[in-house]
C-alpha cells in the first residue's frame, strides 16, 4: 500500500526525468479538468516543478495559468517512467494519464485521483488546501503537528495520526510501529497524553519513514534477518521481539474502519478499551475506505 514514503519516492524519480523537459504529448483521463485549464496548454508547456505532499503528488506545468497535475494513490496507484518505444508493464489503455517528452513516458495507472488544476485553486481544494505538515519533508513543522494533534482530543492516538488533516504521510504500517516504539497504546486518548508524549510518537514516525524514503523492502527493524523486518505490524500470533508477549492485533470505531497490531505488555494496552471485532463503519460512502 502506498504511503508518505512511496509517494515521496515517486516523486523524485519523476522530478529527476521530467523536471525543466518540454512537455511533447499529454493525455488525461479525468472527472475533474478545471474551466482555467484546457488541456491542449499543456503540451509545448514545460515541466515546471514535481512535488509530494504526503500520499498526494503534484507536476507544476507552465502553461498561462500554470497548471497542476494532482494525483493521488491511494491503495491501487502507481506512476511509471519508460524510453519511447519500451514496452509498458500495464496496457495502454489503463493509463488515467500518459506524459511524454522527447527522452520518457511517464503514464499513471489507477490513480483514484486525477485532477487538472490552476495553481491558484489548489488551496481551495477540499482535500490539499487542509493538508497538515508533510511528515517526510526537511522543514516538517512537529509545533503545528502537536497543535492539530490537540484540535481534536477525544479519540485515539492511532485514529488521529491517519488524519491527514493533522499529519499529511503517516499510513497504517507506520503509524503502529511508531506507536510500538513510543511505547503508547493505540488506543490512547489523544487527550491523555502529554506533549511529551506526542513528540515522541510523532518522532518516532518521521525518522521510520524518512528512513524508508529511498526504497528497498519497507522496514522498521534493521537487524540481519530480512524476514524480521517489523516490531508489531501484521505480526498478530508472533512474539514480540522485546517481551516475548503474543502481539495481537485490534480495531479502531470511526468512519475509517482500522486495524492496530500491537504489545499489550511493552505498550500497556488495557484490553477493555480494543475492538476485537471491525465495528460497522458510521459512513457506508463506499468509495471513502481510507482516509483521503
Ligand atoms: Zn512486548
Not at 506533549?195 to 523492502?217: M, P, T
Request: net charge positive; glycine share 6%.
Amino acid at each position: 500500500m502506498p504511503e508518505g514514503d512511496t509517494i515521496f519516492r515517486a516523486a523524485t524519480v519523476l522530478r529527476r526525468h521530467l523536471a525543466g523537459q518540454v512537455v511533447t504529448g499529454f493525455h488525461i483521463d479525468a472527472p475533474r479538468v478545471s474551466a482555467a485549464v484546457r488541456e491542449d496548454e499543456i503540451v509545448g508547456s514545460t515541466v515546471k516543478a514535481v512535488e509530494s505532499n504526503g500520499k498526494h503528488l503534484f507536476i507544476h506545468f507552465t502553461t498561462p495559468h500554470q497548471a497542476v497535475l494532482h494525483t493521488h494513490m491511494k491503495m491501487s496507484g502507481s506512476w511509471h517512467v519508460y524510453r519511447p518505444g519500451e514496452r509498458w508493464w500495464e496496457p495502454e489503455s489503463e493509463a488515467r494519464v500518459v506524459i511524454r517528452t522527447a527522452n520518457v513516458v511517464a503514464p499513471c495507472f489507477h490513480p483514484p485521483i486525477v485532477e487538472l488544476l490552476a495553481a491558484n485553486e489548489l488551496g481551495l481544494h477540499r482535500v490539499v488546501g487542509r493538508l497538515g505538515p508533510d511528515i517526510i519533508r526537511d522543514d516538517f513543522d512537529m509545533d503545528e503537528a502537536i497543535r492539530r494533534l490537540r484540535e481534536k482530543q477525544d479519540r485515539d492516538i492511532a485514529t488521529a495520526l491517519l488524519d491527514q488533516s493533522v499529519i499529511s504521510g503517516i499510513g497504517n504500517v507506520f503509524k503502529v510501529e511508531a506507536l510500538f516504539l513510543a511505547r503508547t497504546s493505540p488506543w490512547a486518548v489523544v487527550r491523555d497524553l502529554t506533549d511529551e508524549q506526542l513528540r515522541a510518537i510523532v518522532g518516532q514516525a518521521r525518522k521510520l519513514i524518512r528512513l524508508n524514503r529511498d526504497g528497498g523492502d519497507r522496514r522498521t527493524r534493521f537487524g540481519l534477518d530480512p524476514a524480521d523486518r517489523m516490531w508489531v505490524d501484521e505480526r498478530a500470533g508472533l512474539a514480540c521481539h522485546v517481551c516475548g508477549s503474543v502481539v495481537q492485533q485490534g480495531w479502531h470505531p470511526g468512519e475509517d474502519v482500522r486495524k492496530s497490531w500491537y504489545c499489550a505488555t511493552c505498550q500497556n494496552v488495557k484490553p477493555e478499551q480494543v475492538y476485537r471485532a471491525a465495528p460497522v463503519p458510521v459512513s457506508r460512502r463506499p468509495h471513502r475506505r481510507e482516509r483521503l
